[in-house]
């Protein structure tokens, strides 16, 4: 999944300060990866293997792209649920640790944001360090919006960000492409978004059937064993729970395999 290519193989390939394709040319290339990942895309897929194909398709799609990573922002914690070079995912990370750096940025201005590696030391001190560490010099973050159905908002999931070992390597025009790319994009990663939220409630549902099926088995039990009611038992259980400050779940549980081992 990851690819460890160093940095001077990589700029070696890459373009060069100065050295930039025409404009068309960089068209060219972002169509090309958007119907890439437009045929690649399936209907019931994880959310991150959707991500995953965002970052290896994006980092063909823009010229001086020498990695990218998706994160996703949506959530208590940040983290990166996609990446093409595993060594740069620090860059983020010093970013959500911190609080801030451009591809937080981006998230709460919705806007892309460019950064070049020394020209933000005062404004996000941790992201210029890790970006120095890595000789990142460029770095390009743009936010991830996905349609909400039938209405006209839209739900920030995180941002794609892409670096570059070219000081040179992104301009507004690349900031204008990558819109276009996340936005073209965005309607087949809602549909990996939906899936995996409706793949996450259903085990959340078959997690409580089964937390609610060891509860009464254990309920059972001490019925049995003390001639008390159910809800008598229930509060047997509560109170061991809360003594132990342990899961009602987990104290059924023991309460069922100690049972079973005597």
């Not at 996609?82 to 995912?89: I, K």
């Not at 201005?109 to 005062?122: F, K, M, N, S, Y």
């Not at 073209?184 to 409630?201: F, L, N, P, V, Y």
Request: charged share 25%; net charge negative.
């Amino acid at each position: 999944m990851a690819d460890d290519t160093s940095a001077s193989e990589t700029s070696q390939n890459g373009p060069q300060d100065g050295d930039r394709p025409d404009a068309l040319t960089r068209l060219d290339e972002t169509t090309d990866a958007l119907t890439v990942l437009r045929d690649s895309f399936t209907e019931e897929e994880p959310l991150d293997t959707a991500l995953q194909r965002l970052a290896d398709t994006a980092s063909r799609a823009i010229p001086g792209a020498d990695a990218v990573s998706v994160s996703l922002v949506d959530l208590a914690q940040p983290r990166t649920a996609a990446f093409t070079n595993t060594r740069l995912v620090e860059v983020d990370e010093k970013q959500y640790s911190a609080g801030r750096g451009p591809c937080l940025e981006a998230g709460r201005t919705l806007q892309a944001v460019r950064a070049v590696v020394g020209e933000h030391v005062d404004e996000w001190p941790e992201f210029e360090a890790a970006a120095a560490d890595h000789s990142i010099r460029a770095y390009l973050s743009v936010p991830v919006l996905l349609p909400v159905p039938q209405s006209a908002e839209q739900v920030h999931l995180g941002s794609l960000n892409i670096y570059s070992y070219t000081a040179a390597a992104f301009d507004p025009f690349d900031e204008g492409l990558m819109r276009l790319f996340t936005m073209t994009a965005s309607a087949t990663i809602a549909g990996a978004h939906r899936w995996q939220r409706a793949k996450d409630h259903i085990s959340g549902l078959e997690q409580a059937l089964v937390s609610r099926a060891v509860i009464d088995q254990a309920k059972g039990v001490l019925m049995a064993v003390h001639s008390c009611t159910a809800d008598e038992a229930f509060s047997m259980l509560v109170q061991r729970s809360q003594h132990d400050n342990v899961k009602l779940r987990d104290v059924a549980q023991a309460l069922l395999d100690s049972v079973t081992r005597s």
